[in-house]
């Protein structure tokens, strides 16, 4: 693998795609590939599945591999394909990622293991063993949030130094000095914001990008921001960034993606089922959801 060819291909707007559902709680595949052409029109610089806004902890492993299967199949190359493949089992993470190298997509996004709890060197263990066996670019996935762990730099470092397909890190840290040093720990790896408030800020720290839960419903300004700062116009990124801010403070009052799966139902996108145990947002957040979606012009038929 040519680590500097896959970490140029994958900058930009990496949109998490939701995982929509039918009534009766089936994976809704036409309505899948209709919301990959609309980013692929809209501009959104690569796609992913199964990550964190696709609700994986809810999904079987077969129901994760079609949606891989079907994300590569509708890609079609035009953009690239990032699934999500981690879990807190090794064995399933492998399964997952060796079916998402067979299925040819571009990279995997691996989370950090959940509920294991396991020490730094658990992590450094896990992540390289994993990138012995494929050959896939792999993009490790920091969320302590929902892992109640913290890959911390100096672990990153070791593996993005002893593991050539280890290309980036999406970083859910709120603490921006920790991206400033895995920048500074890892010269060239890839870190991508993966909180939506946060894009602007790791771009401007030099991020190649974000995998940002908005981008499902304004998918051609979350590529906006990334080509802005690409292109050095930080006034118009600034401006934008905090033009995205309401929306991207409403889509987590909640839980995600319950506020985003509400979203779309009001835009005749998707039906907004969720399984359990995530539920919609209750009255008073959908009124301060519709507030901030308004300001956009995506209740009456497009962004504006």
Same mark, same amino acid.
């Given at each position: 693998?040519?680590?500097?060819?896959?970490?140029?291909?994958?900058?930009?707007?990496?949109?998490?795609?939701?995982?929509?559902?039918?009534?009766?709680?089936?994976?809704?595949?036409k309505a899948l590939k209709r919301l990959i052409r609309w980013h692929i029109e809209e501009g959104s610089h690569g796609?992913?599945?199964?990550?964190?806004?696709?609700?994986?902890?809810?999904?079987?492993?077969?129901?994760?591999?079609?949606?891989?299967?079907?994300?590569?199949?509708? +890609?079609? !190359?035009?953009?690239?394909? @990032?699934?999500? #493949?981690?879990?807190?089992?090794?064995? %399933?993470?492998? $399964? &997952?990622?060796?079916?998402?190298?067979?299925?040819?997509?571009?990279?995997?996004?691996?989370?950090?293991?959940?509920?294991?709890?396991?020490?730094?060197?658990?992590?450094?263990?896990?992540?390289?063993?994993?990138?012995e066996e494929v050959s896939l670019p792999l993009i490790l996935y920091n969320i302590p949030g929902r892992t109640a762990?913290?890959?911390?730099?100096?672990?990153?470092?070791?593996?993005?130094?002893?593991?050539?397909?280890?290309?980036?890190?999406?970083?859910?840290?709120?603490?921006?000095?920790?991206?400033?040093?895995?920048?500074?720990?890892?010269?060239?790896?890839?870190?991508?914001?993966?909180?939506?408030?946060?894009?602007?800020?790791?771009? +401007?720290? !030099?991020?190649?990008?974000? @995998?940002?839960? #908005?981008?499902?419903?304004?998918?051609? %300004?979350?590529? $906006? &921001?990334?080509?802005?700062?690409?292109?050095?116009?930080?006034?118009?990124?600034?401006?934008?960034?905090?033009?995205?801010?309401?929306?991207?403070?409403?889509?987590?009052?909640?839980?995600?993606?319950?506020?985003?799966?509400?979203?779309?139902?009001?835009?005749?996108e998707i039906h907004p089922r969720l399984r359990p145990p995530l539920v919609p947002p209750s009255g008073p957040n959908?009124?301060?959801?519709?507030?901030?979606?308004?300001?956009?012009?995506?209740?009456?038929?497009?962004?504006?």
């Open positions: 693998m040519d680590r500097p060819a896959a970490q140029a291909r994958l900058r930009g707007s990496i949109a998490p795609l939701v995982t929509p559902f039918t009534e009766d709680d089936a994976i809704d595949e796609l992913s599945v199964t990550g964190t806004t696709g609700e994986p902890s809810s999904l079987t492993l077969d129901e994760r591999e079609r949606m891989i299967a079907l994300l590569v199949e509708e +890609a079609g !190359g035009k953009v690239p394909t @990032v699934p999500g #493949t981690g879990t807190n089992n090794f064995k %399933e993470t492998l $399964r &997952l990622t060796r079916f998402a190298e067979r299925e040819g997509a571009d990279a995997a996004l691996v989370i950090v293991p959940y509920y294991n709890r396991p020490s730094q060197e658990g992590l450094y263990q896990y992540f390289r063993a994993l990138a762990l913290n890959l911390q730099p100096e672990t990153l470092a070791r593996l993005y130094d002893d593991c050539a397909n280890i290309i980036g890190v999406k970083e859910s840290h709120t603490d921006l000095l920790q991206v400033s040093q895995e920048i500074l720990l890892c010269p060239g790896i890839n870190v991508y914001s993966g909180i939506e408030a946060l894009c602007y800020p790791m771009l +401007a720290l !030099g991020g190649a990008g974000h @995998v940002s839960a #908005t981008a499902n419903l304004l998918p051609r %300004e979350l590529a $906006r &921001l990334y080509d802005l700062v690409a292109e050095g116009k930080h006034d118009e990124a600034r401006e934008l960034h905090y033009r995205l801010l309401p929306l991207n403070v409403a889509l987590f009052l909640e839980t995600n993606p319950g506020p985003l799966k509400t979203a779309l139902g009001w835009m005749g959908q009124e301060r959801l519709r507030v901030a979606m308004a300001a956009w012009g995506l209740l009456g038929g497009g962004a504006a």
